[in-house]
């Protein structure tokens, strides 16, 4: 599973002209879901996002989470994570899930959020979706699960 965050003044994402989500202060999560996730890459990555100090303290320091801003978040599934683009220059996405377990593991990883923030907009899974924000920073981190995976072993 891997996961773009970029730290936004807001952030919102729309489908057909719609605004379907948005988040004020806080985090955009671009999240891909891999063949072979599993809930426990979900947990790993959000526990590590909603504690992850990438927020500014009153001495210009990044010390605090997203959590200690008590900040919001904008989730939307980007199986274009998995792109691999080795050979030629179309990239394949054989690796990203099928979508009916990636839209689980996208709900699972939601929910996880949901429950550590006041706020978590999201997008429409497999919708063509516009996504507008203001990058704060800019600060923009890639997260891999299995890097996690790897610190814990």
Not at 9 to 22: N, P
Request: negative net charge; aromatic residues 6%; charged residues 25%.
């Amino acid at each position: 599973m891997k996961a773009v965050l970029q730290r936004v003044k807001r952030a919102s994402v729309s489908v057909d002209g719609q605004v379907v989500g948005e988040c004020a202060e806080g985090l955009m999560i671009l999240l891909g879901v891999a063949n072979g996730d599993t809930e426990e890459d979900a947990r790993l990555l959000a526990t590590k996002i909603c504690n992850l100090r990438i927020f500014c303290d009153e001495n210009d320091k990044m010390n605090l989470s997203v959590k200690n801003i008590d900040g919001e978040a904008l989730v939307i599934s980007q199986f274009t994570l998995m792109a691999n683009y080795k050979h030629g220059n179309r990239p394949d996405y054989l690796e990203s899930a099928p979508p009916a377990e990636a839209n689980r593991l996208y709900e699972y990883f939601k929910g996880l959020m949901a429950a550590e923030l006041r706020h978590v907009g999201c997008g429409v899974f497999g919708a063509h979706m516009e996504v507008s924000l203001i990058n704060n920073g800019p600060v923009t981190i890639v997260m891999d699960s299995e890097v996690l995976k790897k610190k814990k072993a």
